[in-house]
């Protein structure tokens, strides 16, 4: 107690240095979790968080007995589970491929407008998607009637709201993700290339024998941790794209609760909603933790 | 590298994907760009896919007249500085503190701050403490729930680790307090890992939409991209506006006022490549 006291005493100005920091943590990352008491709770503005009657499981047990929670399930999961798995390969690719480049500027500049969409914001990458495949005016449709098809109108087929979501993702995301590959490349050893080329590799087989192994370890890393946030749905693109028509395949935990719990201001069933979905992306985020350290790669932490 | 300078099959496929690559990320700017200096007629008409037809500036006109767009600009343009400023100053002065090794209790609030990537309770929590705080409809409802950003925050306190330790001996030696050390010595040497977290900060407020949506209720305090969900994409249940998207605003002006949003990240982009591989690049080391 009394060496605790003595360090106070002597962190005495850092501490005045890091008060804000507490509070911004208590506040505003751990003050929600209080507020998540709500779940279990009939919250009403008017009564406010302790005064709301308590009424256990209900809102969780209206929503697994409900049908969205199977809807939004298998959305949030398929829409994770495909935007993973389309779209990993094309960052390392794109690494692997630019890294065979010899010509500085060109690798420069394929890299910097592979990178550009990561600046874009969301409204504006979706407007775009829209504008694109607008019926009537995008330019998907014009060069779909050229080839002599009808329109399709994109946006409001369920049938296209996986492959519009992913793509996009694939588009915005590659050159960004693609960084982290190159510097692993740039990490191996040179002197693997030498011996290769001495062994009269040619560059086909470097890529193959010297390249991807070298980047195994970094590929295992991310696709775990990768698999562990797949969960994490990017749901403001979702907002933006899906509509009354698309619902079906598009609505994910996170817009669910948008749209029941805020808009329509089921405060508690939105926040039992959320706290599933919380606990669920917490799992899966640890378990991949888990395997990433098991596997003698390094984990998250 | 040197010596190999022949073109092989190879060589010239790979050069032939990349350039594929960069058109597919090029060509939608190229395009949005060239409709929004086109006239409407030629845009309607279907005539438009790279170079702009009967060049004129009316759709910029049009968005400058128009009331509510410049406003936003405005609105985002003062959310974007003051939340910029805001997470510079509190991210980086509660790294400081951390970066010690011998500051009481490091180890609690390390683990007490990492936590909180993993413990996220969602939207309506964080909701209803705004509100409680009174925080709905202003800026601060953006800026202070946000006020510090925890993987920045990591970024910022290994970089102030690996800063010599020296230096702050010496510091204390002629007397400086812990606040002097910080703001006359620390973050002066920081500017380069400032300037990667502060480009951070600045696009993600630039771009923000979700919490300006949830959180601002008068519609003179929009920022920029919540106009632009406005303008640009068909609301919720409307399902007249979603066979025809340019129902809603015509489409020149639409693009008009995606490039003048882009227009300060684009500026900035140059910058931001080399400073977000580095950020990107010391995430990946905490790793």
Redesign the interface.
């Known amino acids: 107690m009394r060496t605790?006291l003595r360090?106070?005493a002597?962190?005495r100005?850092?501490?005045i240095?890091?008060i804000?920091?507490?509070v911004?943590?208590a506040?505003?990352?751990?003050?929600?979790?209080?507020?998540?008491i709500?779940a279990f709770k009939d919250y009403s503005?008017y009564t406010g968080?302790l005064d709301s009657p308590w009424v256990g499981f209900k809102h969780f047990e209206r929503f697994f007995s409900g049908p969205d929670f199977f809807l939004l399930l298998r959305n949030t999961f398929l829409l994770g589970f495909f935007a993973l798995i389309c779209s990993f390969p094309f960052p390392i690719l794109?690494a692997i491929?630019?890294n065979?480049?010899?010509v500085r500027w060109?690798k420069k500049?394929?890299q910097?407008?592979?990178?550009?969409?990561?600046?874009?914001?969301?409204?504006?990458i979706?407007?775009?998607i829209?504008?694109?495949l607008?019926?009537?005016?995008g330019?998907v449709n014009?060069l779909l009637n050229l080839m002599g098809f009808e329109s399709k109108?994109f946006?409001?087929d369920p049938a296209w709201f996986r492959p519009i979501y992913v793509l996009s993702d694939i588009?915005a995301n590659?050159?960004?993700e693609a960084?982290?590959f190159l510097?692993a490349i740039a990490g191996i050893n040179p002197t693997l290339y030498e011996a290769a080329r001495v062994d009269g590799a040619?560059?086909?087989r470097m890529m193959w024998h010297v390249t991807l192994p070298g980047l195994l370890p970094t590929i295992l890393?991310v696709f775990i941790?990768k698999t562990g946030s797949m969960f994490r749905v990017g749901y403001?693109k979702v907002?933006?794209l899906y509509?009354?028509?698309t619902y079906d395949v598009a609505d994910v935990f996170?817009t669910f609760?948008?749209r029941k719990?805020?808009l329509e201001s089921n405060?508690s069933y939105?926040?039992a909603v959320?706290?599933f979905?919380?606990l669920v992306?917490?799992v899966m985020?640890?378990g991949a933790n888990l395997i990433s350290k098991r596997l003698g790669g390094?984990?998250?932490? | 590298m040197v010596g190999q300078r022949r073109f092989t099959v190879f060589g010239v496929v790979n050069a032939l994907i990349l350039i594929a690559v960069a058109i597919s990320t090029l060509y939608p700017l190229l395009y949005i760009t060239a409709v929004s200096v086109s006239d409407t007629a030629s845009v309607t008409k279907g005539e438009v896919f790279l170079w702009p037809h009967g060049f004129n500036l009316e759709a910029y006109k049009d968005v400058l007249f128009d009331p509510k767009i410049p406003r936003a600009y405005l609105n985002t343009i003062y959310y974007t500085f003051l939340g910029t400023f805001i997470n510079l100053l509190f991210t980086s002065v509660a790294a400081y503190p951390l970066s010690q090794p011998q500051f009481v209790g490091r180890k609690f609030w390390m683990l007490a701050i990492v936590l909180t990537m993993f413990l996220q309770p969602g939207i309506i929590p964080n909701f209803l403490i705004v509100q409680k705080l009174g925080l709905l409809d202003s800026v601060w409802a953006l800026v202070i729930p946000n006020a510090i950003w925890t993987f920045e925050l990591i970024i910022l306190k290994s970089f102030y680790e690996n800063m010599s330790a020296q230096i702050r001996e010496a510091a204390l030696i002629d007397g400086a307090s812990e606040y002097r050390i910080l703001f006359n010595i620390v973050l002066p040497l920081s500017k380069p890992a400032l300037a990667s977290v502060g480009l951070f900060f600045f696009i993600g407020h630039w771009n923000s939409f979700f919490l300006p949506m949830i959180y601002l209720n008068d519609q003179w305090k929009y920022p920029l991209q919540v106009v632009l969900r406005g303008m640009l994409i068909f609301h919720e249940g409307n399902s007249s506006s979603l066979v025809d998207a340019s129902a809603l605003a015509p489409q020149a002006k639409k693009n008009a006022t995606i490039i003048l949003a882009m227009i300060p990240v684009l500026l900035i982009y140059p910058f931001a490549q080399k400073y977000f591989a580095k950020g990107v690049m010391l995430g990946a080391e905490k790793g």
């Open positions: 605790l360090k106070i002597r962190d100005q850092l501490l240095l890091f804000p920091c507490i911004f943590y506040l505003f990352r751990y003050g929600p979790l209080y507020g998540l709500i503005v968080i794109l491929l630019l065979e480049v010899r060109f500049f394929v910097t407008a592979s990178y550009l969409p990561t600046f874009l914001s969301v409204v504006i979706s407007s775009m829209i504008d694109f607008s019926p009537n005016n330019i014009k109108y946006l409001i588009w590659t050159g960004y960084i982290i510097a040619s560059r086909l890393v941790l403001e907002l933006l509509n009354s028509m996170s609760v948008y719990g805020l405060y939105g926040a959320g706290l979905e919380a992306a917490m985020l640890l390094k984990g998250l932490w």
